[in-house]
């Protein structure tokens, strides 16, 4: 089957640097997207990884290791906008997107 | 620039009613789709169209149905309305399609089915 799993919830003070996993299983790897989505608002794009490596993006970075099935976003000298929640996807072999139910980030003063 | 508007922004419903929920785009994407999100699961996908006139059947399809008449509109309706359908939906857009570019979301239309 296909999965996606990440944290359901984490917290990190203001300033500090915070990493959100996510792995994955699925028949086949297409890609790997990031998305910001605060409170009663809607998704935004952060990030796409097709290959392995970082990908770095102002304070955000976005990391990929196919063969572990396993991406993490960074986000460094958090802000207190920065408490929202963040979103897995991928593409499969069919290029279908699969969605992580999100990690809820809370940013303490 | 307006992007994707979503309207109604909330709406309680009574069960077996019908409902339309409007997506207009002026982005000119090719690609539109709808979403539900509920707790504790990610973005399901319900309907899809990747240009005007065609449309597809996603994750979740039982109970929505959608048209394409034109490049801009993308309305989603519920004929008869049930309470598993109370969930936040969310219209979306991409110039290349979902699984290799970009969405660009709308501010979604939270739906309650009593």
């Known amino acids: 089957g296909q999965n996606i799993d990440q944290p359901t919830e984490m917290t990190a003070t203001e300033g500090a640097i915070v990493q959100i996993n996510c792995t994955y299983q699925t028949s086949g790897f297409n890609g790997l997207f990031w998305y910001q989505q605060h409170a009663g608002e809607a998704p935004t794009f952060l990030s796409y990884n097709v290959l392995d490596g970082l990908e770095e993006k102002g304070r955000f970075s976005s990391f990929l290791s196919r063969s572990k099935g396993y991406s993490y976003l960074l986000l460094k000298e958090l802000q207190m906008k920065d408490s929202a929640s963040y979103l897995c996807a991928l593409t499969d072999s069919n290029y279908q997107l699969i969605w992580g139910a999100g990690t809820k980030l809370i940013i303490k003063p | 620039t307006a992007g994707i508007t979503q309207a109604p922004t909330s709406q309680i419903l009574a069960a077996g009613r019908s409902m339309t929920l409007r997506c207009t785009q002026d982005?000119?994407?090719?690609?539109m789709y709808w979403y539900r999100q509920d707790l504790g699961l990610g973005l399901r996908l319900i309907h899809y169209s990747n240009t005007a006139g065609t449309t597809g059947k996603g994750e979740v399809p039982d109970g929505y149905s959608v048209s394409r008449a034109n490049t801009d509109d993308f309305p989603l309706t519920l004929a008869s309305a049930v309470p598993s359908q109370t969930s936040v939906y969310f219209c979306a857009s991409s110039a290349s399609g979902e699984s290799t570019g970009e969405l660009f979301f709308g501010e979604g239309s939270r739906l309650t089915v009593l």
């Open positions: 982005m000119r994407h090719n690609a």
